[in-house]
Structure formats: C-alpha cells, structure tokens
Nanobody, 129 residues
Framework: QVQLVESGGGLVQAGGSLRLSCAASGGTFSRYIMGWFRQAPGKEREFVSVIKCSDGTTLYGDSVKGRFTISRDNAKNTVYLQMNSLKPEDTAVYYC??????????????????????WGQGTQVTVSS
C-alpha cells in the first residue's frame, strides 16, 4: 500500500502561483504513474495532470495546459504541481493519486479516476478574484 501526502495548498490571488507537493511512501515510486485531480464543491473530480515517473512523460487537462507543470523527483519520492496564472475557477481540493501497476501513458486510461489505486487526502487551493 502506498501512502500519499499532499501539501502546498492555500489562498492566493488570481494571477498568482502555488506549488503542490505529494510525498509517497511505500513501494517503488519510480515505477509508478502519478496523477493530480481536483474537485470543486458540487462537481465531479476532474483530471489535471499525470506523469510517468520512470521517464517524465506527462499529460495535461485542457483547462490547465500552459499554466500548470507536473514534475517528479524520484530520489525524494515526490511529485509536484506548479500552478501559475491561477484563476478563481481553479479553486478546488487537489488530490494526488498513484497507479502502482501502470499501463502505457495514454489519456483514455489516466483521465479517469478508476485507474488509480492510491489517493492522498487532498489539499485545498482557493483563488480569490
């Protein structure tokens, strides 16, 4: 079982930046595919980004392309989400997730929450206008 702990959320003004971190413990991090999702009140959990830890291949949701950057540090077992040019509509709880038995990094597998077998507790991001 992999444990995931997110940090770095907070309150920021529109146009500002935040960096989220997700520290993983247990298992072999470099073999995983790690994703970020978000969920706003009354809405479904939405795909944000995903990274293949072995080679750094990434995918992004349309709403964050060009503004958010996912990265990982295999030595620290940590995945990051750098969020720039934040908008009020980015306000949500952000969740980190791990797929410990990864498939090829293809969107139709990883845009859906069902692929991931471990989840963090979430961190709140609030963007004020």
């Amino acid at each position: 079982q992999v444990q995931l702990v997110e940090s770095g959320g907070g309150l920021v003004q529109a146009g500002g930046s935040l960096r989220l971190s997700c520290a993983a413990s247990g298992g072999t991090f470099s073999r995983y595919i790690m994703g970020w999702f978000r969920q706003a009140p009354g809405k479904e959990r939405e795909f944000v980004s995903v990274i293949k830890c072995s080679d750094g291949t990434t995918l992004y949701g349309d709403s964050v392309k060009g503004r958010f950057t996912i990265s990982r540090d295999n030595a620290k077992n940590t995945v990051y989400l750098q969020m720039n040019s934040l908008k009020p509509e980015d306000t949500a709880v952000y969740y980190c997730a791990a797929d410990t038995s990864p498939l090829p990094l293809i969107g139709r597998y990883y845009y859906n929450t069902n692929r991931y077998d471990n989840w963090g507790q979430g961190t709140q991001v609030t963007v004020s206008s």
